[in-house]
């Protein structure tokens, strides 16, 4: 099941044979009365590692570290691969694959590296590294700066789904660790925030600093007090 559920829609009648329209449904009078930011989020909460969804669903899962097949020798690839098949045959509820893409903001980087070629006397290289700063710097502008991240997320209903998710994560996450420089850890409020924020941010995500909590109140002042000093001043 997707982590972000596609809302209820109602299909026009008047939409042409083999292709389907969608419309979001209305709110009623009621509901859009109290509608707030958060009623058009697909999310109503995130507390001890879980997500809850506005459908009642909870969802839990690992952030996975890259894994390259290509650097083990043929015994170490089935292994890996009959492992990894054996922990995810052990998941007793839905699960999926997510692999995002988050942009890395190398300016400061080509900056620094700009500033080390001009203290560089000339010769060979120097020139190397203003070659290699004119290919990083192509890279940039191509928008190709990107690291990908990957997620296996569970999904559980019911009113014991978070301590279910917390059991299932840790027999799966001891699973994943038998094969060899496979790293997989459970993600925290923290990494889901990370998530959320490559979710509904991702062109802001280099640039800008992802919020370590939400929400987050604005600072209440006692102004009474104030006064009362200035006045006794």
């Not at 008047?14 to 707030?36: H, M, N």
């Not at 203290?119 to 990083?136: E, S």
């Not at 409020?189 to 509904?200: G, Q, V």
Request: aromatic share 8%; hydrophobic share 40%; glycine share 6%.
């Amino acid at each position: 099941m997707p982590i972000f559920p596609r809302p209820k829609h109602t299909a026009p009648s008047s939409a042409p044979t083999g292709i389907r329209t969608f419309v979001k449904a209305k709110p009623t009078a009621a509901e859009q009365a109290v509608l707030t930011a958060q009623a058009w989020l697909p999310l109503r909460d995130l507390r001890d590692g879980c997500l809850v969804r506005n459908d009642g669903a909870t969802v839990a899962g690992l952030q996975i570290a890259p894994y390259s097949l290509a650097l083990k020798s043929g015994r170490e690839q089935t292994q890996a691969v009959q492992a990894l098949t054996a922990a995810l045959n052990g998941i007793d509820g839905a699960w999926q694959w997510l692999s995002v893409y988050r942009p890395v903001d190398l300016n400061q980087y080509l900056a620094t590296v700009d500033g080390t070629i001009e203290t560089m006397p000339q010769g060979k290289r120097r020139q190397i590294l203003a070659d290699y700063l004119r290919w990083a710097t192509h890279l940039v502008r191509a928008g190709e700066t990107v690291e990908r991240k990957y997620y296996l997320l569970l999904t559980r209903m019911g009113k014991d789904a978070a301590q279910d998710h917390q059991n299932m994560l840790t027999q799966l996450t001891g699973a994943l660790h038998t094969i060899r420089g496979f790293q997989a850890t459970p993600l925290d409020d923290a990494a889901w925030r990370e998530l959320l924020f490559l979710a509904f941010h991702a062109e802001q995500a280099a640039v800008e600093t992802i919020p370590d909590g939400f929400p987050r109140q604005a600072p209440v002042y006692d102004l009474s007090k104030e006064v009362g000093h200035a006045e006794t001043d």
